[in-house]
Nanobody
Framework: QVQLVESGGGLVQPGGSLRLSCTASGFSLVDYAIGWFRQAPGKEREGVSCISSIPGKTFYKDSVKGRFTVSRDNAKNTVYLEINNLKPDDTGVYYC??????????????WGQGTQVTVSS
């Protein structure tokens, strides 16, 4: 069965860090791009990052560059999103999604259930 599961969210103070995980079951991530999206309260879902199946190819939303780092561990069939210097505006539900290529749209085949990130003092 094909499944994509996020984990690692939680409550953190501004300036703190989190590492989100996206683990696939039923298929291998080596052939897939993984996009990260978030949806803040009252706002539309937005893409924040993507890691391509092509080694070394990563993409970031301008507002998160320098703070977010996406990486993959193929042996664990997992993609990570490390978030540093968290800001209150980073609050939202974070989703990972898999498809053959990175896209700024939402044309991804598989989606996880989301993990909540809350940044608050």
């Amino acid at each position: 069965q094909v499944q994509l599961v996020e984990s690692g969210g939680g409550l953190v103070q501004p300036g703190g860090s989190l590492r989100l995980s996206c683990t696939a079951s039923g298929f291998s991530l080596v052939d897939y791009a993984i996009g990260w999206f978030r949806q803040a309260p009252g706002k539309e879902r937005e893409g924040v990052s993507c890691i391509s199946s092509i080694p070394g190819k990563t993409f970031y939303k301008d507002s998160v560059k320098g703070r977010f780092t996406v990486s993959r561990d193929n042996a664990k069939n997992t993609v990570y999103l490390e978030i540093n210097n968290l800001k209150p505006d980073d609050t939202g539900v974070y989703y990972c999604a898999a498809d053959l290529v990175c896209s700024k749209g939402f044309e991804y085949t598989y989606w996880g259930q989301g993990t909540q990130v809350t940044v608050s003092s």
